[in-house]
């Protein structure tokens, strides 16, 4: 499986940007979908994950209530639509899928996803 991660770019702070995730050569809608992003010096953060079983939401507890995450088994597509954006929001977000019959305990962590995209940018401007 292949991801292609797009959509990142600068933004003001308090503004919105949609990101895409396109994934090819598997079975789209049996992968759990999941985004991830990391701050320069920090560690890999759990952002969302879209669990193909129950069609399962989680949202790591710093974008709750301001990210959306969405998927498109037609166009093989998961967007995270992320809205209030705050400086520290500022990462490279990271497409990751799971073959995997993720719990919840476990879709936060990146060693459950089998796959991973390139990462794109994300720059909040305060």
């Known amino acids: 499986v292949q991801l292609q991660a797009s959509g990142g770019g600068l933004v003001q702070a308090g503004g919105s940007l949609r990101l895409s995730c396109t994934a090819s050569?598997?079975?789209?809608?049996?992968?759990?979908m999941a985004w991830f992003r990391q701050a320069p010096g920090k560690e890999r953060e759990f952002v969302a994950v879209?669990?193909?079983?129950?069609?399962?939401?989680y949202y790591g507890d710093s974008v709750k209530g301001r990210f959306t995450i969405s998927r498109d088994n037609t166009k093989n597509s998961v967007y995270p639509q992320m809205t209030s954006l705050k400086a520290e929001d500022t990462a490279v977000y990271y497409c990751?899928?799971?073959?995997?019959?993720?719990?919840?305990?476990?879709?936060?962590?990146?060693?459950?996803?089998?796959?991973w995209g390139q990462g794109t940018q994300v720059t909040v401007s305060s």
């Open positions: 879209y669990r193909t079983r129950g069609s399962f939401i």
């Open positions: 990751a899928a799971s073959r995997l019959g993720l719990i919840t305990s476990e879709v936060r962590r990146g060693d459950n996803y089998d796959f």
């Open positions: 050569g598997g079975t789209f809608s049996r992968l759990n």
